[in-house]
T-cell receptor
Framework: DTAVSQTPKYLVTQMGNDKSIKCEQN?????MYWYKQDSKKFLKIMFS???????INETVPNRFSPKSPDKAHLNLHINSLELGDSAVYFC????????????FGPGTRLTVT | GDSVTQMEGPVTLSEEAFLTINCTYT??????LFWYVQYPGEGLQLLLK?????DKGSNKGFEATYRKETTSFHLEKGSVQVSDSAVYFC????????????FGAGTQVVVTP
């Protein structure tokens, strides 16, 4: 019954490693997002896909690469992890892109050591 | 650019007290406005929304009115419970922003018995 799910919930890894976070939604939405929440709870959008097409690509390092194999899935791959990448990453989805509310996943807490 | 400003926390209240969290915004167009709540260790949940001036959003005893003249969307609850302890985010979305939400910094609310 989970609407937006993410795996893993926790991810602890060393600097320089490559890791992926997966997101799936079963709401039938056509738009999905990745957000980064820092230690002060500040939320910033990173990417957004609409019908598998990238529509928002904020200024993030190109070590971050999103992939949307279909409308229900959006993955985030991070290369060469750095200490500053430690944060909570949230996936979200919405029906359309115009003022509709977004539904968030539970988050993935990434810790880079 | 578009932005949301929230009052800083933490806001500490006793159970049954009245809660107000101020939120003001700056936007080039006519945004939709949202309040999200994040309970510890969880993702964000939509609390309420308003899509045009003078609309009032309400849910679970919380209310907020879209005030265009003061560019504000303050959140209120008449009698808080310990279970309302969470971080509250005000957010805006513009129709031409491809679903890009601008979040405030969040306000932590702590309700004590």
């Amino acid at each position: 019954d989970t609407a937006v799910s993410q795996t893993p919930k926790y991810l602890v890894t060393q600097m320089g490693n490559d890791k992926s976070i997966k997101c799936e939604q079963n709401l039938g939405h056509d738009t999905m997002y990745w957000y980064k929440q820092d230690s002060k709870k500040f939320l910033k959008i990173m990417f957004s896909y609409n019908n598998k097409e990238l529509i928002i690509n904020e200024t993030v390092p190109n070590r971050f690469s999103p992939k949307s194999p279909d409308k229900a899935h959006l993955n985030l791959h991070i290369n060469s992890l750095e200490l500053g990448d430690s944060a909570v990453y949230f996936c979200a989805s919405s029906h359309g892109t115009v003022t509709y509310e977004q539904y968030f996943g539970p988050g993935t807490r990434l810790t880079v050591t | 650019g578009d932005s949301v400003t929230q009052m800083e926390g933490p806001v500490t209240l006793s159970e049954e007290a009245f809660l107000t969290i101020n939120c003001t915004y700056t936007a080039t167009g006519y945004p939709s406005l949202f309040w999200y709540v994040q309970y510890p260790g969880e993702g964000l949940q939509l609390l309420l929304k308003a899509t045009k001036a003078d609309d009032k959003g309400s849910n679970k005893g919380f209310e907020a009115t879209y005030r265009k003249e003061t560019t504000s969307f303050h959140l209120e609850k008449g009698s808080v419970q310990v279970s309302d302890s969470a971080v509250y985010f005000c957010a805006l979305s513009l129709t031409d922003s491809w679903g890009k939400f601008q979040f405030g910094a969040g306000t932590q609310v702590v309700v004590t018995p």
